[in-house]
């Protein structure tokens, strides 16, 4: 198949397909490079492929683990266990199949939430932490505005609210994927060529089916109980980096409270999907970030 994980690994030399059982479910990860583990998990309505810009610059230097969470694609789309805190513990026990002790990760979108849930729950096993465009369920999304606001510099986010809902969108849109998804692309990023009709098929193909939606909503079922979980968590002292575009000022709001050694860096003139429009930026700041 033209999108298939095979078939797209051919344009990552040194990048191979794997396949690892952890915490009750089944991962599909990507890897290749050498160097300190470095662990990436993608977000909504991406996969592993969100990061094939950057994965062969940062494989230049580090180990480069692509993880599609639990629901993503390839891997498992279990009936439950979408809380954030139970999605790091995949990644914790992948982590410790790999036979790493320590590892830098990062995720975009809900992937940044995973990425940050293993530095809460898993410190010791967490040297840093890269946060992309978007900062961990608290309770400021209870504060999201039902309805657009008039004049109001944002987009308004009315998909949170859908995915909130059971069944409907899984009739609503199997089959009918590429419709979400080229709203979402067109809308969240500002140069409309930084994406293909390639990489939107790929995304519509991985979350077309009823399951894949259920399994995808479910990421954002679980806000509440992460807001819960969050509230939970001590501070973190590892090394944290936010790297934003458009989430910049969310990023800036949250991590300030919740990382005690932060950096942030804006990408200008990007929209949400950062890997995308400035896959560059995004790779020169991790770098630099890790090897300081």
């Known amino acids: 198949m033209q999108y298939s994980d095979e078939e797209l690994i051919k344009s990552l030399p040194n990048f191979s397909n794997h396949y690892a059982e952890v915490n009750g479910t089944r991962l599909h990860y990507v890897s290749g490079g050498q160097g300190e583990p470095l662990i990436l998990i993608p977000g909504y309505p991406e996969t592993w492929w969100a990061y094939h810009k950057v994965m062969p610059l940062l494989a230049s230097k580090y180990n480069v683990v692509v993880a599609e969470m639990r629901g993503m694609e390839s891997s498992d789309k279990s009936v439950s266990g979408y809380d954030k805190k139970n999605m790091a513990k995949d990644i914790h026990e992948l982590v410790k199949i790999l036979g790493f002790e320590k590892v830098n990760i990062g995720g975009h979108d809900i992937g940044a939430h995973v990425a940050f849930s293993f530095a809460a ?172």
């Open 121 to 292: 729950n898993y410190p010791e096993t967490t040297s840093k932490l890269i946060i992309l465009d978007t900062p961990h369920p608290d309770e400021n999304m209870y504060q999201l505005p039902m309805l657009p606001i008039p004049g109001a510099n944002y987009l308004y986010p009315w998909w949170l609210a859908f995915n909130q809902v059971k069944e409907l969108p899984e009739q609503l849109l199997e089959g009918r994927m590429d419709i979400l998804i080229n709203y979402l692309f067109n809308n969240l990023v500002i140069d409309k060529h930084s994406i293909t009709d390639f990489d939107k098929n790929i995304y519509t193909s991985a979350y077309n089916s009823i399951e894949a939606i259920r399994a995808s909503n479910a990421w954002y079922q679980a806000f509440p109980q992460d807001i819960e979980d969050q509230k939970a968590y001590d501070k973190l002292y590892m090394p944290v980096i936010g790297i934003g575009g458009s989430g910049y000022q969310m990023l800036q709001m949250s991590l300030t409270n919740t990382a005690v050694n932060l950096q942030l860096k804006k990408i200008e003139e990007s929209g949400h999907f950062i890997l995308y429009e400035k896959p560059n930026d995004v790779a020169e700041y991790i770098i630099e970030f890790l090897e300081q």
